[in-house]
T-cell receptor
Framework: EDKVVQSPLSLVVHEGDTVTLNCSYEVTNFRSLLWYKQEKKAPTFLFMLTSSGIEKKSGRLSSILDKKELFSILNITATQTGDSAIYLCAVNKYSGAGSYQLTFGKGTKLSVIP | DTGVSQDPRHKITKRGQNVTFRCDPISEHNRLYWYRQTLGQGPEFLTYFQNEAQLEKSRLLSDRFSAERPKGSFSTLEIQRTEQGDSAMYLC??????????????FGDGTRLSIL
């Protein structure tokens, strides 16, 4: 059975701290790994990773994938209160007959306090 | 550039009633997905459309659930004879044509269903 496991499940940090969120997976027919940020509504797309060792960056956020060890990390430097959200890791798999689907982890709830 | 639009935003209904949700994907996105999310969990895949064809349905999609995308544009998800366990956020996502690996899914704000 496909599995995506995120850790920690929740995290409380002070503004300015750096955090690392973890995602490990066991998914057949892997195609890519995605990170989303979810505040009160829709998950918002952050990164998509398809190749090992290539870091993706967007401002204070960065992410990298290790396809050999089957994990990814999401780093946030100099955290701000606006970073408070649930961060979801999802693996895109090919499930046959032209069909793709995302398998999500439970998410990491990040709280940044002033 | 409008995002994925879902309607209604909230739905409260009594157990046993039927409900229908609508999703309008991003323009020119031919792939459309439905997910269900409960508190403390990540979204779970329900079903996938490519154009008007429903190519995959999860085991989670019992026979009380049906989804359509008649003209390959908007989609509807209907739940018949609702049960308490159907209370959840129903999310719709879409992605553009091309190989699935290169196209991230973009989500709507969801429809929150509460069963009394």
């Amino acid at each position: 059975e496909d599995k995506v496991v995120q850790s920690p499940l929740s995290l409380v940090v002070h503004e300015g701290d750096t955090v690392t969120l973890n995602c490990s997976y066991e998914v057949t027919n892997f195609r890519s790994l995605l990170w989303y940020k979810q505040e009160k509504k829709a998950p918002t797309f952050l990164f998509m990773l398809t190749s090992s060792g290539i870091e993706k960056k967007s401002g204070r956020l960065s992410s990298i994938l290790d396809k050999k060890e089957l994990f990814s990390i999401l780093n946030i430097t100099a955290t701000q209160t606006g970073d408070s959200a649930i961060y979801l890791c999802a693996v895109n798999k090919y499930s046959g007959a032209g069909s793709y689907q995302l398998t999500f982890g439970k998410g990491t709830k990040l709280s940044v306090i002033p | 550039d409008t995002g994925v639009s879902q309607d209604p935003r909230h739905k409260i209904t009594k157990r046993g009633q039927n409900v229908t949700f609508r999703c309008d994907p991003i323009s020119e996105h031919n792939r459309l997905y439905w997910y269900r999310q409960t508190l403390g969990q990540g979204p779970e895949f329900l079903t996938y459309f490519q154009n008007e064809a429903q190519l995959e349905k999860s085991r989670l999609l019992s026979d009380r659930f049906s989804a359509e995308r008649p003209k390959g544009s908007f989609s509807t998800l209907e739940i018949q004879r609702t049960e308490q366990g159907d209370s959840a956020m129903y999310l719709c996502a879409s992605s553009p044509p091309g190989t699935g690996v290169n196209q991230p899914q973009h989500f709507g704000d969801g429809t929150r269903l509460s069963i009394l």
